[in-house]
């Protein structure tokens, strides 16, 4: 992410300038995310795209392989995914249509939160109906653990500075074993991996924008439904929740997705997948303060601890698990 690199893009934008009317001077950083991508805005005189977006992907750490093919993937499912105008492979650039400003975190609250949770359970149900095995990475047994041992190496080392007695991480291990256990054990779909409040955006038509989704795998149906009730930005009451999820399922089995037919069985699926992403989105977020110097996500910690305590108590196994979040609370989160 240095100047050169700037300088790199703002060439290649030359070469684009009078096919597709841009005016150079307006580019303006649009966002960045977790990663090394980084995004910026551009406006256009062509009557079809007033403005657009590009993105800066740094071959070296974020390879547009991935995008690519589930930009394509996602499109044909029916869903709205930024449209590809042009791509430079070889330096890291792509020039995308603007599916605009405004993410449902921002548009979320508890007049809209029904209806812009509709669109998102029906995204949802149409990306999973387009799944098939050996299209995407596997969302196996290996990078179930080694995302869950994010949490003891980064959230608990490094970040708490707490070290572990024997029991504990023995405990740790066994609740790790059951949870893997739980997750492999269900149906799998296409596994969009962050399909949450800052990824979607609101949009006029065909609601809602999803971006974000390079790290795309085919794993446990429910794993995009607790990213998206269990959000890590914005919390919802658990009633609120449960109904949301019912109609999910209830959409899903309509449509014929691989859902139990118990729904009491689908939503401890769905607390046992959403455990195993809080726990390493725990691991994350501590990383990405003490490795990438990225604090902005410390504050989200304390939400996604809570959901992770919840969770845990709810079940017997998962008690001793509960109990080592819960001695958590009390030490250094910042």
Do not use: C
């Amino acid at each position: 992410m240095t100047d050169s690199r700037l300088i790199t893009l703002q060439n290649w934008l030359k070469g684009l300038e009078a096919r597709w009317q841009l005016d150079l001077a307006t580019l303006t950083p649009a966002s960045a995310d977790a990663s090394f991508r980084r995004y910026f805005r551009i406006e256009s005189q062509n009557p079809d795209f007033q403005t657009l977006i590009v993105m800066d992907a740094p071959p070296q750490y974020e390879p547009l392989d991935a995008f690519l093919k589930v930009d394509l993937l996602l499109a044909d499912a029916g869903l709205n995914v930024p449209k590809i105008l042009e791509k430079n492979i070889d330096e890291g650039f792509l020039l995308l249509n603007d599916l605009g400003n405004k993410t449902y975190l921002a548009e979320l609250n508890n007049e809209t939160a029904d209806s812009l949770y509709q669109d998102a359970t029906h995204a949802l149900v149409q990306m999973q109906l387009a799944s098939k095995p050996d299209v995407l990475p596997n969302y196996d047994e290996a990078l179930l653990l080694r995302e869950l041992d994010l949490f003891p190496q980064w959230y608990l080392k490094t970040h708490l500075n707490m070290t572990l007695t024997e029991l504990q991480t023995s405990q740790i291990q066994q609740a790790f074993a059951v949870i893997i256990a739980n997750n492999l054990a269900q149906a799998r779909v296409y596994v969009h991996r962050d399909f949450h409040s800052r990824n979607l955006m609101v949009t006029s038509l065909n609601n809602p924008g999803v971006i974000d989704f390079q790290d795309a795998v085919y794993g446990p149906i429910t794993y995009d439904a607790s990213s998206l009730w269990r959000d890590a930005y914005i919390a919802w009451p658990e009633e609120r929740v449960i109904d949301w999820v019912i109609k999910f399922w209830e959409a899903g089995r309509k449509v014929g997705l691989p859902m139990p037919d118990d729904f009491g069985q689908f939503y401890r699926d769905f607390e046992w997948m959403g455990l195993q992403r809080h726990l390493k989105v725990l691991g994350i977020f501590a990383r990405l303060f003490h490795r990438d110097g990225k604090e902005a996500y410390l504050k989200d910690i304390p939400l996604v601890l809570e959901y992770a305590i919840a969770t845990a108590n709810r079940y017997i196994e998962l008690k001793p698990l509960a109990r080592i979040l819960e001695s958590t609370r009390s030490k250094k989160t910042d």
